[in-house]
């Protein structure tokens, strides 16, 4: 079964509203020959509008990094599904281990925030992954099947084609240090069978895992070339237009 990659920038609290359209038509333009690869900027949400705005008529679409599960009300601070459907939004990233550090994310508010983006007909890219407390104490795999089985609780196999899971294992993110490409598989395939048990093994081929965790263009080649390891969700990597398209054009060959 061959999946179509898919590489999503995560830009994090980093690029403001006024440098927004500048790094979306940069990306749009070093990566417009690059048709099999799926192209995703996640901004801040204030950034969505000029993101969008700047990706019209181009191969780049535009995420959010969180959304609510409540459709509207009373929640300070909060953007609902509807509003990023509404600002021209298409992708949620959800869960990503910086929320569940600092914002009192857990696995069971992951499932809410999922099943409301994917009701929504937006896709989530659902971030699981370990600490590396957790990996040295030999729970990587209690941990990855924690995180997915009640992540992804009531996920139906119908709601998988609006969905993609990301592999971020935590000591990787921002620390230079990458997982090496077997590492990744090794958690990659866990992840599917993990999958499978949830949704059945067929629709669990058809959904894609990316790997995320101080990817950039000189290793992203033979991470890429891992049987189950189907796109990127990128941090640092995805502020400059060069580095992000290098990224893409390792995925376009891959
Ligand atoms: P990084 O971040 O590429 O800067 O390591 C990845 C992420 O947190 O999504």
Redesign the pocket.
């Known amino acids: 079964m061959s999946r179509k990659k898919i590489i999503a920038g995560?830009w994090?609290m980093n690029i403001k509203p006024s440098e927004t359209a500048a790094l979306v038509k940069g990306v749009a333009e070093a990566t417009k020959d690059f048709a099999g690869v799926d192209i995703v900027c996640c901004t801040p949400a204030i950034d969505i509008p000029a993101a969008v705005a700047a990706a019209a008529g181009t191969r780049v679409e535009i995420g959010a990094e969180n959304a609510h599960w409540e459709e509207k009300g009373a929640f300070t601070g909060e953007i609902s599904t509807g509003m990023l459907i509404d600002a021209g939004a298409k992708y949620v990233i959800i869960g990503?281990?910086?929320r569940r550090q600092y914002f009192g994310e857990t696995d069971e508010t992951v499932n809410r925030r999922t099943r409301a983006v994917i009701a929504s007909g937006l896709t989530a890219i659902v971030?699981v992954g370990e600490t590396l407390e957790e990996r040295e104490a030999g729970k990587l795999n209690e941990v990855i099947e924690r995180q997915m089985n009640v992540g992804l609780k009531d996920v139906t196999a119908a709601d998988c084609a609006k969905l993609v899971i990301?592999y971020?294992p935590v000591w990787?993110?921002?620390?230079g240090k990458t997982a090496t490409p077997d590492q990744a598989q090794e958690v990659h395939a866990l992840i599917r069978e993990t999958l499978a048990k949830l949704v059945g093994a067929e629709t669990a081929e058809t959904v894609r895992i990316q790997y995320?965790?101080?990817?950039k263009p000189s290793n992203a080649a033979e991470l890429l070339a891992k049987k189950d390891i189907d796109g990127g969700?990128?941090?640092?990597?995805?502020l400059k237009a060069e580095d992000f398209a290098g990224i893409i054009a390792a995925a376009a060959q891959a």
């Not at 990787?172 to 620390?175: K, M, Q, V």
């Not at 995320?212 to 990817?215: A, D, K, P």
């Open positions: 995560n994090k990503h281990s910086e971030c990301a971020e990787a993110i921002g620390t995320g965790g101080s990817m969700l990128i941090g640092g990597a995805a």
